[in-house]
């Protein structure tokens, strides 16, 4: 059972990543409607606006107590989230904030909370949960909307239904948090496995969707990531009845997901620089990146951590 304290520091770290996420979630859904879905645009932009405020006060909150581990992941940030964000705000024109970006570059310490921020974190956490649920809502919303053909929007249905469940995955860690701490057994584990190399394996799809069809070789490339994330991603899911496999199965998802990391970040480098063609966004690039670079830690934990 994680210390209280842990259970803090835990909960500003888990904040602090999937705010952000779900943040650019909200500008993702905003550009992909249509002018006559503007309605669907103005209320994708206020929930982008308030995951921004709520962001904002997690990185206030977790100054010097992110761990070294975490700070050092590039889940948080990478290396080329600044100039993303950037590009992202000149092309669309809409606001990224990157001024958020740079106060996170210090808010590592590693530090304990102390009890007395017990309460605020909590409410974090709270408020982080109910803004997470409306954003839910509206994307399940978008998602029948689409699937029934009432509305078409520049996002494939799967990437709706991926980030469906991607909100799903926060809350059930949200809630772990208020509950009983973070979740640590060997089924959670493979439960853990289970759902990000599904989500990995996604994202090779729409890589391999998104990229001009020129970009032959980095298609192909996708292709055999694609392949791979499918296969560990029923072996993940034939493991949370078969513990013994488990330890198999985390070695290789922690080595293709080490693989598929470093092509994402040289997709990302080659976006941002003009050197590959495509219909991403330099932030979409850079935010499947960042994603990886989560479940790669999460991999790397040692047991019962
Ligand atoms: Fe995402
Ligand atoms: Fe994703």
Redesign the pocket.
């Known amino acids: 059972m994680p210390s209280q304290a842990e259970t803090m520091q835990r909960s500003l770290e888990l904040n602090l990543f999937f705010l952000r996420?779900m943040k650019?979630?909200a500008l993702?859904l905003q550009l992909g409607f249509t002018q006559k879905d503007r309605a669907l645009a103005m209320q994708a932009q206020e929930l982008h606006r308030r995951l921004e405020a709520l962001m904002s006060q997690a990185v206030r909150l977790s100054k010097s107590y992110i761990s070294e581990p975490v700070m050092a992941s590039g889940e948080l940030f990478t290396r080329y989230t600044e100039e993303a964000e950037r590009l992202t705000q000149h092309f669309t024109g809409i606001p990224t904030g990157i001024e958020l970006t740079r106060q996170e570059y210090v808010v590592g310490g590693g530090s304990m909370p102390p009890p007395a921020m017990r309460e605020e974190v909590e409410r974090l956490n709270r408020a982080a949960m109910g803004l997470t649920r409306q954003l839910l809502a509206f994307k399940e919303q978008v998602y029948r909307s689409v699937t029934s053909c009432t509305i078409v929007t520049k996002n494939y249905p799967l990437f709706l239904d991926?980030?469906v469940r991607?909100a799903r995955h926060y809350l059930e860690m949200l809630q772990a948090l208020l509950t009983s701490g973070m979740p640590e057994s060997p089924l959670h584990k493979a439960e853990m496995e289970y759902f990000w190399n599904e989500?990995m394996g996604e994202h090779a799809q729409f890589i391999d969707g998104l990229l001009d069809p020129t970009e032959k070789a980095l298609k192909e490339t996708s292709r055999v990531f694609e392949a791979e994330f499918e296969r560990l991603h029923a072996e993940a899911g034939a493991a949370r009845s078969m513990l013994q496999m488990l330890p198999g199965v985390t070695q290789a998802s922690e080595t293709a997901t080490e693989q598929l990391s470093e092509f994402k970040s040289a997709g990302t480098r080659g976006i941002i620089t003009c050197k590959i063609r495509s219909v991403i966004l330099p932030l979409q690039a850079d935010?499947?990146l960042r994603?990886a670079a989560h479940y790669l830690r999460m991999l790397r934990e040692p047991p019962g951590m």
Do not use: G, K, Y
């Open positions: 996420i650019e979630h993702f991926h980030l991607e989500i935010h499947v994603e």
